[in-house]
């Protein structure tokens, strides 16, 4: 193999570039390949032959750079790994690895462009693939919208095959036979009179090969792993109790710290008074912080009960101070001043609304908090001109960067090791915490410090979703929607997280208006206009981020057009999907749930569908109406993945969105009063009990699109499928989230 065609040992081939932007960011620049970061901590006697793929002594270590929060993706993709390299399943290690270049996620950066997902025309593309760029120099290794197995699928697949042959190319030298005449097994290379060499003792001489930078990949058909529900990698351990997570990380002689913020996020403190927090057993420090001040002791409670004794005088934030104010303005800046895009313009809505039939309506959704189980927490260790870094996190080389910044070193002296999370949802692509703890590792130089947040903390410092208003406006003719014209209101998830990260928001927010702009719905006069609202509350990105609201918004309103014109809902949405796939699906859950069989009196069935992450869904919720209240019976749901990896797991997947999707539609609000949210833990910010939860059916389509996942894809179309329910039972048609505000449940 010519040397045009192979890579240096050292590097590895992690993805094509699009030559869009190639000489803004220079050719060479865009085109080099990123360096196995495995190499630099490597382990005497190990072989790192790709970034993903470990040898030692002790057998196969594959490399999974995306954070698990529960989700099952390090099963997934060391599957992708496992079916190229052949190795046997039960035999692999497997490690989330070191932040790294090599782990930059181009597919959710790419998701950003100001194009519908099905979009897929030269200027859509001409801008993915300069945003791929973008991922690739900045570099971005981020877990988050639904876009691991897009990223890696390609990727993780070529690294087991090209470390493949490297061992097959080392078993054909050491045994002076040809390469085609060798087969692989379960970690072997095996010879055609029986010898068998294990990919443990090929190791370091396939270390001395270079990789193809296009070895071929196995067809489909001959799929071992992918394809199958696959045992969860890290079943056993979360069973047993013995999964190490962020908050279980212990090291000898380790202090004990927290915090307490201006609950105020943002806003600073103007003076303390730790007198007698200093004075409680096993206090040892008390820490100022920019905008508040950490307690460190000799264990996590001493350090809890210290923390509420410091006496703090807040400053009041420069931003809306309460619930009221912020709806305020965020309604008032649905104007020409505050447009932040226009992302589709169909026909003449205009003309088209200018009759008196016209149905007009408001929707509101509230902030909404993360919640994750594991608060927010993290050790670090300055020691020996190093800092590592124990904590669950989504962006690991963000959180990196900033605690070198923090700590005053250069990035290679810091070493972040990436631990199980419980639950992350975006609130971990925030490095706040671990920022503080490099913090207050400086200044216990030489002792490790863990950082636990009080779950009152983790509440009221959280980056929430931000509250949106949508105003709507259509019209139907016949039994067809005729006209739709939407407008929404938001702040900007992008230019708060990115302001965070020291860079510039670039273009509009896609994330205020994603969902309503990009339907495939065949309405000929469509507009949906954005607003951004100008920066208040610090907010960020959570599970599905802009979909969970404009689902609500454009879902309930179809619901409403089909009432004017005297459609059933899901036949009305058949007629105007433009989209096959998408037609399909809606098709596949109406079969599912028995659309159009009745029910009994006090029983009803709502609608609704929704495109996400270019993920066609349909979700169809039956429900009771008791005197007690509304029970949510049974949820059915039908999806198109293009292929399906792992057909159990996206089972899961799909219900935990039906969960998370309708603890948010029933109980999810934050409110503030001078700046604090008012909701502290559990039992005042709720979510779904075992008892309330229904009965959830999912059915998984394979139509041969583009591989997509589905993490945030089931939580969009649930509120409105339920409120669409609630309307079919009672004739209430509820516009504002949650909706407990408006009736009961039980």
């Known amino acids: 193999m010519g040397k045009l065609a192979t ?201 001395e090969i270079d990789l193809p930078a296009s070895p071929p990949l196995k067809a489909r058909e001959q799929w071992r792993y992918l394809g199958k529900s696959m045992p969860r990698v890290d079943m056993g351990a979360k069973c047993t109790g013995t999964a190490t997570f962020g908050i279980d990380v212990r090291l000898p002689n380790m202090v004990f710290a927290t915090v307490r913020m201006n609950p105020a996020m943002g806003a600073a403190l103007v003076k303390f008074d730790a007198t007698a927090a200093k004075a409680m057993r096993g206090v040892l420090k008390v820490i100022e912080l920019p905008g508040g001040i950490a307690v460190i002791a000799n264990n996590t409670w001493r350090a809890f009960q210290a923390v509420q004794a410091v006496q703090c005088e807040w400053a009041e934030p420069g931003y809306p101070a309460t619930t009221a104010a912020a709806m305020e303005a965020i309604t008032g800046s649905m104007t020409d001043k505050h447009r932040d895009s226009r992302l589709r313009d169909d026909g003449d809505v205009d003309k088209a609304l200018a009759g008196d039939t016209v149905l007009e309506a408001e929707y509101r959704v509230p902030f909404l908090a993360h919640a994750t189980m594991e608060p927010m927490n993290a050790v670090a260790w300055l020691h020996d001109g190093q800092l590592d870094i124990w904590a669950g996190v989504q962006n690991p080389t963000a959180a990196r960067d900033l605690a070198a910044k923090a700590a005053g070193l250069d990035a290679a002296q810091v070493h972040v090791h990436v631990m199980l999370m419980g639950g992350g949802f975006g609130r971990r692509l925030e490095s706040d915490y671990v920022v503080q703890a490099a913090q207050l590792a400086v200044a216990m130089t030489g002792t490790p410090v863990k950082l636990t947040w009080r779950r009152e903390e983790d509440m009221a410092l959280d980056f929430y979703r931000p509250a949106a208003v949508a105003r709507l406006r259509g019209t139907t003719a016949g039994k067809q929607a005729h006209a739709l014209d939407v407008r929404v209101a938001s702040l900007s998830p992008a230019e708060s997280n990115l302001g965070r990260l020291g860079l510039p928001a670039l273009g509009p927010d896609t994330k205020i208006i994603e969902g309503a702009f990009d339907q495939p719905y065949g309405i000929a006069n469509y507009r949906a206009t954005a607003y951004r609202t100008p920066a208040g509350r610090p907010v960020s990105y959570t599970r599905s981020v802009g979909n969970s609201y404009n689902g609500f918004f454009i879902e309930s309103f179809i619901d409403e057009l089909a009432a004017q014109a005297g459609d059933d809902p899901l036949n009305m949405r058949l007629a105007l999907l433009t989209h096959e796939p998408s037609r399909k699906v809606l098709s596949a859950v109406a079969s599912l749930s028995g659309w159009g069989q009745p029910l009994a009196a006090g029983r009803g069935r709502g609608v609704a569908f929704h495109l996400c992450r270019g993920v066609p869904v349909a979700l169809v919720v039956e429900i009771t109406v008791t005197k007690e209240g509304v029970k949510i019976d049974k949820v059915f749901v039908a999806v198109d993945v293009g292929t399906a990896l792992d057909p159990r797991n996206l089972e899961a997947q799909l219900q935990s969105g039906v969960i998370f999707g309708l603890s948010a539609a029933l109980y999810g609000e934050i409110t503030f009063a001078k700046g604090a949210a008012e909701q502290t833990n559990f039992h005042d910010y709720p979510v779904l009990r075992m008892q309330q939860a229904p009965q959830i059916a999912v059915k998984v389509l394979e139509g041969g699109g583009p591989i997509r996942g589905v993490g945030e894809t089931g939580v969009p179309p649930v509120a409105p499928a339920l409120a669409n329910a609630i309307y079919q039972v009672t004739g209430r048609r509820i516009r504002e989230l949650p909706l407990r505000k408006h009736i009961d449940f039980v």
């Not at 790192?48 to 750079?65: C, N, W």
């Not at 045994?175 to 990919?199: E, F």
């Open 7 to 207: 890579i240096a040992r050292r590097t590895f081939l992690i993805g094509s570039v699009a030559a869009v932007g190639g000489v803004a960011f220079g050719v060479y620049k865009v085109r080099q390949t990123a360096p196995n970061p495995l190499l630099d901590d490597l382990p005497q006697g190990a072989t790192a032959l790709t970034p993903y793929v470990r040898i030692d002594g002790q057998g196969v270590t594959l490399i999974t750079p995306r954070a698990e929060m529960g989700q099952g993706i390090h099963t997934t993709l060391a599957a992708l790994v496992a079916e190229e390299l052949d190795v046997a399943w039960d035999s692999i290690r497997v490690e989330h690895g070191p932040p790294g270049a090599a782990y930059y996620n181009r597919a959710a950066i790419e998701h950003n462009v100001p194009f519908a997902d099905l979009d897929r025309g030269h200027a859509a593309e001409a801008m993915r693939g300069a945003m791929g760029v973008m991922a690739k120099l900045l570099p971005m290794q981020v877990t988050g919208g639904s876009s691991n197995v897009v990223d890696l699928f390609d990727r993780m697949r070529v690294a087991g095959a090209a470390a493949r042959f490297a061992l097959v190319a080392a078993a054909a030298q050491k045994l002076g036979l040809p390469a085609a005449q060798l087969k692989t097994d379960s970690g072997s290379v095996l010879a055609p009179d029986g010898r068998r060499l294990t990919y443990v003792e090929l190791a370091p001489a396939a270390a």
